[in-house]
T-cell receptor, first 117, second 111 residues
Framework: DAGVIQSPRHEVTEMGQEVTLRCKPI?????LFWYRQTMMRGLELLIY????????DSGMPEDRFSAKMPNASFSTLKIQPSEPRDSAVYFC???????????????FGAGSRLTVL | SQQGEEDPQALSIQEGENATMNCSYK?????LQWYRQNSGRGLVHLIL?????REKHSGRLRVTLDTSKKSSSLLITASRAADTASYFC???????????FGQGTRLTINP
């Protein structure tokens, strides 16, 4: 397996533009997580899915952020409209609950570095 | 917040020395995990310790867990230049599936 695949790796956009980040989890994994990493706030959990269903989106900063998982092999995180404070590295991670009974051991993608000017 | 806190924030040692990092958390947990992040890369899982375990080893890594103090430590023995990275602890609150990460310790191994 190629691991968790994220695209784009780098995105530079202007304030007000729509940004869509994409993630392909590892085949067979039943959990998918979106995290955001900044120097100031560290690694923040935005939302996670179980079997394509959103379970907890309490970390989504505001209504400008939305995430979907239309099937087991694809998820998107959308920011509309984007703002400079959204600049960060966004990570997608997936796991299979049964790998280590009773725990989610995450496999991370390489991340998408977003810069909003 | 359940978020763990690592200590120290940064650590610089000579190659061959041992490196110890600490993590404290606030709520009861099922498991605690340690991850490594090399510069510009995603996090990589290192080791998991369950709440009913006190110590675990994996190669040059040794993890301890003290649930009464809500703390864990990661020891890397005989450090190498390739161990230079940031190290994060992550916890899952009892009954939850999500992982909450600490702020991390930036480890630098000097040759």
């Amino acid at each position: 397996d190629a691991g968790v695949i994220q695209s784009p790796r780098h995105e530079v956009t202007e304030m007000g533009q729509e940004v869509t980040l994409r993630c392909k989890p590892i085949s067979g994994h039943d959990y998918l997580f979106w995290y955001r990493q900044t120097m100031m706030r560290g690694l923040e959990l935005l939302i996670y899915f179980n079997n394509n269903v959103p379970i907890d989106d309490s970390g989504m900063p505001e209504d400008r952020f939305s995430a979907k998982m239309p099937n087991a092999s694809f998820s998107t995180l959308k920011i509309q409209p984007s703002e400079p404070r959204d600049s960060a590295v966004y990570f997608c991670a997936s796991s299979f609950w049964g790998t280590v009974g009773g725990a989610n051991v995450l496999t991370f993608g390489a991340g998408s570095r977003l810069t909003v000017l | 917040s359940q978020q763990g806190e690592e200590d120290p924030q940064a650590l610089s040692i000579q190659e061959g020395e041992n490196a110890t990092m600490n993590c404290s958390y606030k709520t009861s947990i099922n498991n605690l995990q340690w991850y490594r992040q090399n510069s510009g890369r995603g996090l990589v899982h290192l080791i998991l310790i369950r709440s009913n375990e006190r110590e675990k080893h994996s190669g040059r890594l040794r993890v301890t867990l003290d649930t009464s103090k809500k703390s864990s430590s990661l020891l890397i023995t005989a450090s190498r230049a390739a161990d230079t990275a940031s190290y994060f602890c992550a916890t899952d609150a009892a009954g939850a599936q999500k992982l909450v990460f600490g702020q991390g310790t930036r480890l630098t191994i000097n040759p």
